[in-house]
């Protein structure tokens, strides 16, 4: 499968804020081309699969072709340049991406823009531009609830440089000058091929399973440690999103 890997990773979170709590989990992730999803062999597509109903915009379209639509929303046109999205794979069915992240490519090959798609386990979802500087790092204000025990306001700084042998996203979110919660993930990149995918699935199994599972853990953890909690506002949906 060329231009399609898979990547070992290690995702962090520290939260700065009290009452402090900091965990890492081991994973694998994809990262794959829009226009050349992964094609598996048939006993392998229950390990993997990319479907449109579970990224932004209309299902019966394609990824690519509701992520064009809504850049072109926000005055982006690619013109057919090259697009990776970095995301888990559904896997029995099932798949859960706190987030997705779109790099974007003008067809001379320079970066146009990153889209960082979040997802909370509302099941709502809210997509972010931008447009990084030199060393892949940009800021959005946040718009969308996550987390009962995170505040509504607040910025986000996404240092999300493009992936090659190693993968090194850091995401910082800030209220003012205070930075309340880091997340990071770490990793190192391997060919997709189909013995690899079958042993990545059999060291970490059921990785989007356990990564819903595990943000439930670390909820119940800080409310047993009574965190400030703000309450959960309607989000309004981006046209194009869904």
């Known amino acids: 499968m060329s231009g399609v890997y898979l990547y070992d990773v290690v995702v962090g979170h520290t939260r700065h804020c009290a009452p402090q709590r900091s965990f890492q989990h081991r994973l694998y992730t994809w990262l794959v081309d829009l226009d050349a999803l992964p094609n598996l062999p048939y006993p392998l597509r229950v390990l993997a699969r990319f479907e449109a109903r579970d990224h932004l915009g209309d299902p019966r379209r394609t990824i690519r072709e509701n992520l064009d639509r809504w850049l072109a929303r926000h005055d982006v046109n690619l013109r057919g340049g090259?697009?990776?999205?970095?995301?888990?794979?559904?896997?029995?069915?099932?798949?859960?991406?706190?987030v997705t992240i779109y790099w974007c490519h003008q067809p001379d090959g320079n970066l146009e823009c990153i889209v960082a798609e979040v997802h909370n386990t509302y099941g709502e979802r809210h997509c972010y531009l931008v447009h990084p500087d030199a060393a892949g790092t940009g800021e959005t204000d946040k718009q969308l609830y996550v987390s009962p025990f995170l505040p509504d306001q607040g910025s986000y700084r996404m240092r999300l440089p493009l992936p090659g042998e190693r993968l090194r996203l850091h995401i910082d979110l800030l209220d003012g000058n205070r930075t309340l919660l880091t997340a990071t993930m770490h990793g190192r990149r391997q060919p997709a091929?189909?013995?690899?995918?079958?042993?990545?699935?059999?060291?970490?199994?059921?990785?989007p399973h356990s990564v819903a599972a595990l943000i439930r853990r670390h909820g119940i953890a800080l409310w047993l440690r009574r965190a400030p909690q703000w309450s959960r506002q309607p989000h309004s949906h981006q046209d194009g999103v869904r």
């Open 82 to 98: 090259r697009v990776l999205m970095l995301a888990h794979a559904r896997v029995l069915g099932y798949v859960f991406n706190p």
């Open 193 to 207: 091929t189909p013995s690899r995918l079958l042993r990545s699935a059999l060291r970490r199994p059921l990785v």
